[in-house]
């Protein structure tokens, strides 16, 4: 029986394109002038310190931003990286310069196995910040009441069985009481060897010839073997 159900973000309950054609050049432009404005803050100082250790030595204000640039534009999933977008996203959103696409199939499913009683969780490689900050300004509203709690890289990596045994035991739910949604196959992978179920989420594209995983091209179209 299904418990708990983690899903992606990236591709699954938001379009690609948002994130790519929205966030991240939101995050690139602003990127420099953030670091000025605000390297004295401590939450800041205390990710550009990663940013530092990463590089292997430390890094002028400049250097840093050219950097995390870089690793924008490489769409590295680097953890201080992504605590920094977060912080310039959440500026921008109380700005009210964009606000986070969710597909309409994944407020309704979502909702309704929130009713339903199953326990909702997030697992992005954007940071926890960022994932609050898309439900919480998001299409549909405010929907960080449905969710139990969030995941990112601190977790572990996605595409490692590890991570998702860590995120069993943080929610105090058997792997196999456990659904993951995602629409990458390496993470579907992982999912499945730590003992989850999984769906593959196929909204773009042809759905691919085989796999081991059930596809579905929206949430409305995940049933649950016991779904009545």
Not at 44 to 73: F, K, M, T
Not at 118 to 133: E, H, I, P, T, W
């Amino acid at each position: 029986m299904i418990r708990a159900i983690v899903t992606d973000i990236e591709g699954t309950t938001s379009s690609l394109s948002f994130v790519k054609d929205v966030l991240f050049p939101h995050a690139r432009e602003r990127m420099a002038a953030f670091l000025r404005e605000h390297s004295a803050d401590r939450a800041v100082r205390s990710q550009l310190e990663a940013v530092n250790e990463l590089a292997g030595r430390p890094l002028a204000a400049a250097e840093a931003a050219a950097l995390l640039i870089q690793w924008i534009d490489e769409d590295r999933k680097i953890t201080p990286l992504k605590a920094l977008q977060g912080m310039i996203w959440e500026q921008g959103y109380r700005r009210g310069d964009f606000s986070g696409h969710i597909y309409a199939d994944a407020v309704r499913q979502l909702r309704r196995w929130h009713d339903q009683g199953k326990r909702l969780y997030v697992f992005s490689s954007g940071s926890v910040q960022a994932q609050k900050l898309l439900f919480g300004h998001s299409d549909g509203g405010d929907l960080t009441a449905l969710f139990s709690g969030y995941f990112d890289t601190n977790i572990g990596n996605k595409r490692e069985a590890e991570a998702y045994h860590h995120i069993a035991a943080a929610i105090d739910t058997a792997p196999g009481e456990i659904l993951f949604l995602s629409d990458i196959k390496e993470e579907l992978d992982a999912a499945q060897a730590a003992g989850m179920q999984t769906v593959w989420l196929v909204r773009v594209g042809a759905p691919p010839a085989a796999g081991t995983h059930p596809q579905a091209r929206d949430f409305d179209a995940i049933r649950f073997e016991f779904d009545d």
